[in-house]
Antibody, heavy 122, light 107 residues
Framework: QVQLVESGGGVVQPGKSLRLSCAASGFMFSRNAMHWVRQAPGKGLEWVAVISSDERNKYYADSVKGQFTISRDNSKNTLYLQMNSLGIDDTAVYYC???????????????WGQGTTVTVSS | DIQMTQSPSTLSASLGDRVTITCRASQSISSWLAWYQQKPGKAPKLLIYKASSLKTGVPSRFSGSGSGTEFTLTIGSLQADDFATYYCQHYNSYPYTFGQGTWLEIK
């Protein structure tokens, strides 16, 4: 079945780096733009970044621009989020999500992973 | 950046009630709006896309309307499974911002 599975979360000290992965299965991964969305404890959803299906285009939230890098390996059906210089404010559950796009219309983020927790703490 | 403002932040309702949640965009986003439902400890679930189109498999008691800057999500007759947090999100341009969420609780 269509599935996204995140990994790579954990406890990390402020200023350190972490790379998250999102393994896709059950669909043609290379055809979809992919997003990262995060949710700090007890807070709402925050869109983080997007990468186009062909990796050419990447966009970031202002809060992570220059700090996070989104990438993908279509041969491995995997999405990544490289997070550098982590701060307390980056503590959150990080979700990857598929953008459903067909015939010129975006149908929203229709498939989500279960999330991976990143805790930044000394 | 486009800001999304939801109201109310919390909504108390009873089983069988009809409820409406409002989402306002800081500038026109045409119909590029989605609604998501999230339950505690779970990933968000897409309900509505393009402001008023129901995702396949989502119960018909959910409906969306609006365009431009004003949007609504209506739940026709609340079921026990509907008590959750709801978010709107625009996808008119990057960044794709979310509203702050509306927590729908049992009265």
């Amino acid at each position: 079945q269509v599935q996204l599975v995140e990994s790579g979360g954990g406890v990390v000290q402020p200023g350190k780096s972490l790379r998250l992965s999102c393994a896709a299965s059950g669909f043609m991964f290379s055809r979809n733009a992919m997003h990262w969305v995060r949710q700090a404890p007890g807070k709402g959803l925050e869109w983080v970044a997007v990468i186009s299906s062909d990796e050419r285009n990447k966009y970031y939230a202002d809060s992570v621009k220059g700090q996070f890098t989104i990438s993908r390996d279509n041969s491995k059906n995997t999405l990544y989020l490289q997070m550098n210089s982590l701060g307390i404010d980056d503590t959150a559950v990080y979700y990857c999500a598929r953008e459903d796009y067909r015939s010129g219309t975006i149908y929203g983020m229709d498939v989500w992973g279960q999330g991976t927790t990143v805790t930044v703490s000394s | 950046d486009i800001q999304m403002t939801q109201s109310p932040s919390t909504l108390s309702a009873s089983l069988g009630d009809r409820v409406t949640i409002t989402c306002r965009a800081s500038q026109s986003i045409s119909s590029w709006l989605a609604w998501y439902q999230q339950k505690p400890g779970k990933a968000p679930k897409l309900l509505i896309y393009k402001a008023s189109s129901l995702k396949t498999g989502v119960p018909s008691r959910f409906s969306g309307s609006g365009s431009g800057t004003e949007f609504t999500l209506t739940i026709g007759s609340l079921q026990a499974d509907d008590f959750a947090t709801y978010y709107c999100q625009h996808y008119n341009s990057y960044p794709y911002t979310f509203g702050q969420g509306t927590w729908l609780e049992i009265k």
